[in-house]
């Protein structure tokens, strides 16, 4: 088992109410002059934006809107929000959509105090001091970025485009409001990408040399069959709270660190994936369900047990105790249909 | 299910290396000047007390000793630790031990800066409006005071005493190291007692009239199962670095409200047992086992299914689907078998 770490200070406020308390969370961390930073039409459509500027405007907080952040959120649209934040000397960003949104968040936050190019964050050849104070409201479960350090950003500024990451404490959304009810209304492509990406989140961390941190595959185990199990479901119920808000919870917890606890995370086929949405502008989640199982068949022989325990506790595959890398195939074939 | 926050700032710094952070953690936390606060003389003869005042003494951080702390502790202790951080001007509360050390830490932590009597937080008669920074160096896992936001007091000022707690996230620790190789010399008794406090903080909040919450109750019966299993085993294997590991881990996450998220939790049995150990100095995690089974018996009725699904999924009984109740009655033995 690895020594490790567990740290994740962001206040998450979670169920049908928790938009109510927006404004005074932004006022808790800080926030006076905010900047609105959003994706595309989804968030006006759904009344959530005007919900969230009248609940500012009438707590007396004021705000510089940015929308228009893309999936695989652009370097450009970055440093226009840097200079936005300069400009209004805005406090604090708040965050209105899913990974892509909030990941653009957190490049801007690094940005602002920064001196330099906030692309030597990502390119390694600076470390961010400080960070402005960031919150969300998370409407797309998926990518984790509202409970995790890391963030990725697309330089969409050289030819071919760079998809890299940077991770980093000092970027962690201060809270994370999150409400199920705002999840009915994802297409089912994007509720399944979403749900590839939360189980991804986790199995890049349990398939690890480390086997002996009993408790956390435990967690990861129950994490991946709630989750699947809801995932499934969900496509023909999409208006069940109970399986949205399984899905909702399981991609914070997928993607905080609970499940890396003791072990060491491997993120090939993350790694791999990136490069494709780079170059291709694939989906995330449909890019990582398109590469997983070739590299499980590449690496399963390094350790056949622990793909037969993954096919047993989480896909439900029957043991074969006489022949393991049979149990491991099995398994690695019912994820792939899944 | 219900709407929930979920609040964990806490660090934790875990394994085997994580003793070697400790002075460099109380300085990222701010403190330059300590109040080292410990229980008996364990601390000092397994040579953790010397090596965290060597620490400190070479990373140039200066310190005053408080030892002393007992199981269920005192107000009285409580007291002078306010009165030698005032009059030393001290900015940093390092706690090393199990609960009762750090719930003694909070409550300090809590007086030092309040005009008024720190009891009145205890008795309900005032709310915190801050707290000193406090960090631990846990060494007895059971309370998990070292990621919650409770902790309690015994007031032995008055007869007969009360044993009562305050509840808030201003004392939360800013960090807690944990090594498990220090928690070898544990006893049996306060092994299995400390086993019993971690397992009953989240069957507190596991039996809940929330159903609906999936996630969580897999990974509360994930947590149960797999303290269960180890708390049994290191019995016999006492210097079992995985299964200590486990029993530690799983202290701290049972009782940072992750077993809570969507559910309303009860807390009888623990309000039962601080009445016995206030009275009669009773061990808390023995007290826990003593009565869990009568209050069990006397509850099962208003939620048969629930007792039916913790017999079979914690306790491995096998689920009788024709008699629910003979099912959850068979998993009430069982645990009190454990």
């Known amino acids: ?35 609105l930073h959003y994706g595309g039409e989804s968030a006006r459509r759904s009344g959530l934006l005007d919900f969230v500027k009248q609940q500012l405007t009438s707590d007396g907080i004021q ?20 200079d936005i934040v300069r400009r209004d000397s805005l406090d604090f960003i708040l965050a209105i959509g899913g990974g892509s949104v909030i990941d653009s968040a957190k490049a801007i936050g690094y940005g602002v105090p920064y001196d330099g190019d906030v692309w030597d964050f990502y390119s390694g050849r600076a470390q961010a001091k400080t960070c402005m104070p960031i919150g969300c409201v998370l409407t797309i479960p998926a990518a984790g970025s509202e409970m995790s350090y890391g963030c990725v950003i697309t330089n969409d500024l050289v030819s071919p485009p760079l998809k890299w990451s940077y991770n980093c404490d000092l970027g962690r959304m201060r809270f994370a409001v999150m409400n199920p009810l705002r999840t009915y209304t994802l297409p089912p492509y994007q509720t399944a990408a979403g749900v590839t990406d939360i189980m991804m989140h986790t199995m890049e961390r349990y398939f690890s040399h480390h086997t002996d941190m009993l408790l956390t595959d435990a967690i990861a185990e129950a994490l991946l069959r709630t989750v699947k199990e809801c ?17 909702m919870w399981g991609g914070s917890l997928a993607h905080n660190n609970l499940t890396e606890c003791g072990l060491q995370k491997d993120f090939a086929t993350h790694g791999l994936e990136h490069e494709l949405s780079a170059l291709y502008g694939v989906t995330h989640g449909a890019g990582l369900a398109a590469l997983w199982g070739s590299w499980a068949r590449y690496v399963m022989n390094d350790n056949i047990n622990r793909f037969a325990q993954f096919a047993v506790n ?6 074969d105790f006489s022949d393991p890398a049979s149990t491991a195939l099995a398994g690695i074939r019912a994820m792939e249909d899944f």
């Open 1 to 35: 088992m690895k020594d490790f770490n567990f740290y994740a200070p962001t206040e998450v406020v979670f169920g049908k109410e928790s938009e109510q308390q927006i404004s005074s969370l932004v006022r808790k961390y800080g926030g006076s002059r905010v900047l």
């Open 314 to 319: 989480v896909c439900g595959v029957r043991n």
């Open 231 to 247: 995932g499934e479901r969900v496509l023909s119920d999409p208006e069940n709270y109970q399986l949205r808000a399984q899905i």
């Open 63 to 82: 705000f510089t809107e940015l929308g228009g952040v893309v999936p695989n959120p652009q370097l450009s649209k970055v440093y226009e929000g840097i």
